[in-house]
T-cell receptor, first 111, second 118 residues
Framework: EAGVTQSPTHLIKTRGQQATLRCSPISGHTSVYWYQQALGLGLQFLLWYDEGEERNRGNFPPRFSGRQFPNYSSELNVNALELEDSALYLCASRQGFHEQYFGPGTRLTVT | AQKVTQAQTEISVVEKEDVTLDCVYETRDTTYYLFWYKQPPSGELVFLIR??????QNEISGRYSWNFQKSTSSFNFTITASQVVDSAVYFC???????????????FGAGTQVVVTP
């Protein structure tokens, strides 16, 4: 069974640009979570999608947004990039009350 | 409010020593799930264990063991005879049913860095 996949692996952008990160969940999983992990820090919850709808979001500005497609894959968009957005962005998928399974992450660097 | 507390920021041990990672959680729900994850230097979080609130049986998996105590709201993790490959950040997490009875709320602790030296 294929795990959670994320693309791209690395992304380099300049300040003010937009970044789009993608995530494909494990087959059969309807929930997708996004987390930001800045260097040396813990996981900061960004967004949770389930069945195509945004169910909850963390304490992040509106320039962080996303969506979930009918096939349950998801996209995270970050507009007007700032230097402090540089981080590892992790996606996880989940089914019901079970554990989350994480992808390898996208390393975003803003210069 | 912090719902999952991992008070230990970093633990350093010498290979073959045992190491115990503390996790204290806070919830008003009677039904909830607790998890442990490992994040090696490669960055990808690896699921280790899930425990539901009705099952207080301790669990052992190889060199890993978990001690769940509802009375103290703790779910501690012990690595026996540590190895260099155990060097990673370990996260404890809590999942509760939200008001809509969905299991979406999932909260991680701050993580504990374990450093095992030869």
């Amino acid at each position: 069974e294929a795990g959670v996949t994320q693309s791209p692996t690395h992304l380099i952008k300049t300040r003010g640009q937009q970044a789009t990160l993608r995530c494909s969940p494990i087959s059969g999983h309807t929930s997708v979570y996004w987390y930001q992990q800045a260097l040396g820090l813990g996981l900061q919850f960004l967004l949770w999608y389930d069945e195509g709808e945004e169910r909850n979001r963390g304490n992040f500005p509106p320039r962080f947004s996303g969506r979930q497609f009918p096939n349950y894959s998801s996209e995270l968009n970050v507009n007007a990039l700032e230097l402090e957005d540089s981080a590892l962005y992790l996606c996880a998928s989940r089914q019901g009350f079970h554990e989350q399974y994480f992808g390898p992450g996208t390393r975003l660097t803003v210069t | 409010a912090q719902k999952v507390t991992q008070a230990q920021t970093e633990i350093s041990v010498v290979e073959k020593e045992d190491v115990t990672l503390d996790c204290v959680y806070e919830t008003r729900d009677t039904t909830y799930y607790l998890f442990w994850y490992k994040q090696p230097p490669s960055g990808e979080l690896v699921f280790l264990i899930r425990r539901n609130s009705f099952d207080e049986q301790n669990e052992i998996s190889g060199r890993y063991s978990w001690n769940f105590q509802k009375s103290t709201s703790s779910f501690n993790f012990t690595i026996t005879a540590s190895q260099v490959v155990d060097s990673a950040v370990y996260f404890c997490a809590l999942s509760e049913a939200s008001e809509t009875d969905s299991w979406g709320k999932f909260q991680f602790g701050a993580g504990t860095q374990v450093v095992v030296t030869p």
